[in-house]
């Protein structure tokens, strides 16, 4: 019992991390594979170099700017239509 007290951030990282490769598996997005892993990496962390506050707040960070990348590609892949260029 005394290991679950000292390690429960671990389990939930791990528990976390089977949830979103779950979830990439039956969706097939591949991304969610990589957000899995920094889960579980920040939430091994958690306690051992530094607060909860801290690496979470990281993990939000490097999350946030894969989605800025991602929204990025989107924008310049799918550029706005005017309404002049749909009427004809």
């Known amino acids: 019992m005394r290991w679950l007290t000292v390690n429960i951030f671990?389990?939930?990282g791990l528990i976390l991390s089977i949830i979103l490769s779950l979830v990439g598996w039956f969706?097939?997005?591949?991304?969610?594979y990589l957000y899995a892993v920094l889960n579980l990496i920040g939430f091994a962390l958690i306690g051992?170099?530094?607060s909860a506050?801290?690496?979470l707040t990281m993990l939000?960070?490097?999350i946030l700017i894969f989605g800025i990348i991602v929204l990025?590609?989107?924008?310049k892949?799918?550029?706005k239509v005017s309404l002049q260029?749909?009427?004809g």
């Open 10 to 12: 671990l389990v939930i």
């Open 27 to 32: 969706v097939n997005f591949q991304r969610m």
């Open 48 to 50: 051992r170099i530094t």
């Open 53 to 55: 506050g801290v690496i």
């Open 60 to 62: 939000g960070l490097i």
């Open 72 to 75: 990025r590609n989107f924008i």
């Open 77 to 79: 892949h799918h550029p």
């Open 85 to 87: 260029d749909e009427t």
